[in-house]
């Protein structure tokens, strides 16, 4: 069973496919369409506030399941949602909820590729959907507009050149060659999914998980660069960001900063941590100012 969540903010998208389910007596198949009727409405009510995204689709997940559990009678199950060596991209084209794009992201023609996925494995003798056809034609938007050329051909991604990877994933220093190519991006990247053409149908989700927090999208790197450990875990507890520590956060927006537009604003902020106790951090700011200073 397989699930998406959009997460752009705003409005909810939710699909998920009830087949035939041919080998089940008609009161169970109508059992089965109450439990999931309303799509995911209420699910979500009982969600601690700051629990983040992930942990929030997996809460809904685990409530999903328990509602199907009352309405079919017991099953065995377990709930995954980027939390486990899941083939996740894979299974839900195999599922049918769309297909992999060539930034390797899987893509519904309604949606487009702005969401999660999340999967109940499950022992109920579900049907079998049918995978969906290519839909990405001639277009290579993703393959050409990608600022680290990480996606190296059609299905092909270099991961250890995704700004993804570098600024989330990848605990010690980013390789210098790739530090001006990541612009002012401190957590991730979007990129290859901004210039999709399927994502002009992508509608916003409108769960408060993937709301934008603490005015994160009206601030400049100059004013993040200066919180104090404090305010980094006060300001981003339950955001996703969270889990990269306030070292990787500074070592990212250094980098921001070094590919900032000259100004004394800059520089300042990149002097007040040139003698911060962390060697990773301080190698990053000395870049930074080397690189405004050439500029
Ligand atoms: C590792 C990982 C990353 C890595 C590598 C991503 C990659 N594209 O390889 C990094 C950190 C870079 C990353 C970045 C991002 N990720 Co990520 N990531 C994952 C994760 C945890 C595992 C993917 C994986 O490696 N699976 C194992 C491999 C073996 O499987 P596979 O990639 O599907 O490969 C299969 C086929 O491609 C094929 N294949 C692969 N290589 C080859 C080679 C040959 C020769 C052949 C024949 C076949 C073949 O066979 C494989 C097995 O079936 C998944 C969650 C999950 N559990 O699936 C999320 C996931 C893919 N990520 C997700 C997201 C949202 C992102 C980002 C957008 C986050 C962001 N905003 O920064 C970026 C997008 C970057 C991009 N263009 O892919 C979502 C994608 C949702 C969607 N719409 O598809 C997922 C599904 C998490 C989730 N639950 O929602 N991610
Ligand atoms: S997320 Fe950014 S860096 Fe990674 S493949 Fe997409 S465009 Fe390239
Ligand atoms: S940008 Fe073009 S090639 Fe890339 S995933 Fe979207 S439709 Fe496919």
Known sequence: MLWRESFREGRKVRTRT???LTSWAPERIEAL???LKGEFDGLSG???PTCGPIFGVLFVLKQLADRI????GEFRYRVFTDSAPVMEVELAGKAGLGWRGKHTLLLNREAGSYFFLGEIYTD???PVDRAQGDHCGTCQKCIDICPTHAILGPYQLDARRCISYLTIEHKGAIPEELRPLIGNRVYGCDDCQLVCPWNKFASPSDEPDFAVRNGLDDVTLVELFGWSEAEF???LAGSAIHRIGYERWLRNLAVGLGNAPKSEAVMAALKSRETHPS???REHVVWAIMRQNRK
């Open 18 to 20: 009830l087949a035939h």
């Open 33 to 35: 369409r109450r439990a």
């Open 46 to 48: 009982d969600l601690p």
């Open 69 to 72: 559990g009352r309405e079919v």
């Open 124 to 126: 109920l003798q579900l």
């Open 233 to 235: 875990h006060e300001r």
């Open 279 to 281: 060697g990773l951090v």
